[in-house]
């Protein structure tokens, strides 16, 4: 492509480069899709997609894990080099082609169709079980509407010895509400409260979808924004909390020597890499129903750094409250503790002695050859800096630990509205994602021809489709189920899938021929920044993320781990079955393998594309009203001619120069 220059507001283009133009101005002219009622509904969309359930429960996890502030570190540098150039590559290529991701790799190279179908089957894979947990989040937002709160005490005065061994809220999660099995091979049949929750979930999807994006981008105004909301009632109501200020420092003081353990780098790519939702394909479909004319490298670096930073605020409200509870939960352990010496030691009762959390070690080795109860008293709970340290992530945060905090609470009898409102908002973060990722599988569908039937049946169609299926989620069982989906389903496939996708744009679509596009699309090329991520740093960050897991997941054995109702607490099961395994396998692969099929059909010639590509649409006679191939060039001639012109009458070029 040539070279433009623009002096004295007058714009030499190569005929080329304007014929591009004027083909990308006839077909917007000429299409019918559908189109966003304003950038606002667009861009919430996009952000509701990229921020979603991992934001809030599994980075705090990480920078708790990973040497807190310090995590900061790599996860900064990742964000850079890997994550928002990517996510502005998706936006770039769906605005600039228009169509969902199958039809967008069919047109950048036939060969390459099988990109698109690989996008579309991870979309789906997820969508299988993202819906499950907002029917977990409704079946605790139904709850909710009592007081007390079901979790808040143990049922029976204290004749259930597996909530007596455990605690309240881990009791109702893991038997209440999904009445766990001892093992994935014990399925144990329908537990029929998660599948009416599981099928509330995918009724309220199909509502907010059954239109597209003009139903749900109406819903999105809520959905994306009601999160932030809660999130900052949440963020008040943390850091007023007693021992939040140790939960804090625990989350931000760096621990720098974590630097040097290159799991720490590994994870914070990962976590960059599948934060922003890129590789789904819900990118790509979203910005398909932009205008050309959208600046979308402004908007990928203003969604990508919103995600960024809700994931540290949200962190923020995890941990002051994570830090209230884990002062409580001393509180209580030295309290125990105190009053068995009372009990058991007259000595210890005699001199008026307390039990301090710096003292009680030294009190338990004065006394516990006294008595036996003495000796084997729990001290698990007495330290607040090993409560930080035994911070979770997923489901139980969500649904164990930050519930627990939730009911300790002042005053209690707020206890209800502290949950509906952590668990609407929950939901709402779903919901968000889950409009996103179906988007990553109807449009691509429609789009490419595989559905020519009206929108609304194949949204119908795909939720009773995912449901039907996703009842293997809803048994006793289902929950290791949905950590085997959760571990491989959305992984390695995205790793592949998006690397595929820098290679293709930028070495098969061509870096000049993207450059063109987003000086029509924003009015500016892209910087060195881009250049290098999207030519050098962000392939190569890919290559060595999918080595150094594929090296950590093959020098390691695929094991579960679940609840002993005997015990009251999470085991490690042991491996899976070799069926378990297999399906471990199975979702890995199965994605990734149509790129190399697709490719192989094309390429034989047995299942040739019959589509048009971007290259044949540049090559073919462009009709822009009554303006031919002909007229182009003639009037590109004279417009060229006529701008030197101007610059000759301005003393710009030298008439004797000018000469064509």
């Not at 390459?112 to 894979?125: E, Q, T």
């Not at 910005?287 to 050309?292: A, G, L, T």
């Given at each position: ?14 005929v080329?480069?304007g ?8 077909e ?11 950038k ?13 359930l991992?934001?809030v429960?599994?980075?705090p ?6 040497g ?10 990742m964000?850079i080099?890997?994550g928002?150039?990517i ?53 605790y ?8 709160l ?7 005065n204290?004749t ?13 999660w ?14 144990g ?11 509330t ?43 939040a ?41 979203f ?6 004319k ?6 990928a ?40 010496l ?16 710096s003292n ?15 000796q ?11 409560n ?10 969500a ?21 509906i ?15 996103g ?32 299926i996703?009842?293997v989620?809803?048994?006793y ?13 959305g ?12 290679i293709a744009?930028v ?5 000049n ?8 699309m ?28 594929i ?5 390691r054995?695929?094991?579960y781990k ?9 085991v490690?099961k ?7 395994e ?10 990734s393998?149509?790129?190399p099929?697709?490719f ?28 031919s ?6 009037d ?20 004797a120069s000018?000469a064509?």
């Open positions: 492509m040539g070279d433009e220059v623009i002096e004295n507001n007058v714009e030499l283009s190569t080329e480069t014929k591009e133009k004027m083909v990308m101005e006839d917007e002219e000429g299409t019918d899709r559908p189109a966003w009622d304003n606002i509904q667009y861009l919430l969309s996009q952000i509701g997609f990229a921020v979603g991992g934001n429960w599994r980075f996890y990480l920078c708790q894990r990973n807190g502030g310090a995590f900061l570190i790599p996860y900064l540098i964000l080099i890997e928002i150039p996510f502005h590559l998706e936006l770039a290529i769906g605005q600039r082609i228009r169509k969902g991701s199958i039809d967008v790799w069919n047109q950048i190279n036939p060969l390459l169709g099988g990109v698109g179908v690989a996008m579309v089957v991870v979309s789906f894979l997820v969508a299988l079980y993202y819906n499950v947990i907002i029917g977990w989040c409704a079946f937002f139904f709850n909710s509407f009592q007081a007390p079901p979790w808040a005490s143990c049922p029976g204290g259930v010895l597996e909530c007596e061994k455990s605690s309240p809220t881990a009791y109702f893991y038997r209440e509400a999904l009445d766990t099995s001892e093992s994935i091979e014990d399925g049949g329908i537990n029929w409260k998660m599948m009416l929750c599981i099928f979930a995918w009724l309220i999807v199909c509502v907010c979808m059954i239109k597209g994006i003009k139903s749900s981008g109406k819903a999105i105004y809520f959905t994306a924004t009601f999160p932030y909301v809660v999130l900052l009632i949440f963020f008040f109501r943390g850091v007023t909390l007693e021992g200020g140790d939960g804090l420092a625990f989350l931000f003081i760096p621990r720098l020597d974590r630097l040097a353990d290159p799991i720490v780098w590994l994870e914070a790519a990962t976590q960059i890499f599948f934060s922003l939702s890129v590789a789904f394909g819900g990118l790509i479909s910005s398909s129903y932009n205008p050309r959208n600046n979308c490298t402004r908007d670096v203003v969604v990508a750094l919103i995600n960024s930073g809700t994931s540290i605020f949200a962190s923020i409200v995890i941990f002051s409250v994570l830090g209230f509870k884990a002062l409580t939960d001393s509180r209580k352990c030295l309290q125990e503790f105190q009053t068995l009372e009990d058991r030691a007259p000595d210890f009762a005699a001199n008026n002695m307390t039990v301090t959390s009680y070690m030294d009190l338990w080795g004065t006394y516990n050859t006294t008595d036996a109860a003495i084997d008293f729990n001290f698990g709970y007495c330290s607040k800096e090993g930080l340290n035994n911070a979770v992530g997923g489901t139980g945060l649904f164990v630990v930050f519930t627990e905090a939730m009911n300790q609470f002042y005053p209690l009898e707020m206890g209800p509205f502290w949950s409102l952590f668990f609407l908002m929950l939901a709402n973060l779903g919901l968000s994602s889950m409009f990722t179906l988007e990553g599988v109807i449009t691509p569908l429609r789009d490419a021809g595989i559905w020519k039937w009206r929108k609304e049946f194949l949204v119908v169609l795909m939720c009773v489709v995912c449901f039907l996703g009842l989620f809803a048994q069982s289902g929950s290791y189920w949905l950590d085997i989906f959760n571990d491989y389903s992984t390695f496939p995205l790793l592949i899938i998006a690397f595929f996708e820098n744009i070495y098969v679509y061509g870096l021929r993207l450059s063109d596009d987003l000086m029509y924003t009015g500016s090329r892209p910087n060195i920044y881009w250049k290098v991520t999207w030519m050098f740093l962000t392939p190569v960050s890919m290559l060595v993320i999918f080595g150094a897991t090296y950590t997941e093959a020098t054995t695929i094991t679940g609840w002993d109702a005997a015990l009251g607490q999470v490690d042991g491996p899976y079955p070799w069926w378990g297999m399906m471990c396998y199975i979702l890995i692969c199965l994605p393998v149509f790129i099929i697709v192989v059909l094309r390429l034989t010639g047995l299942m040739p594309y019959t589509g048009e590509t971007l290259k044949t649409k540049q090559a073919r006679p462009v009709q822009h009203g009554a303006v191939k002909q007229h182009l060039v003639t590109s001639v004279t417009s060229v001619s006529g701008s030197l012109a101007a610059f000759s009458a301005k003393g710009v070029i030298n008439p000018s064509l």
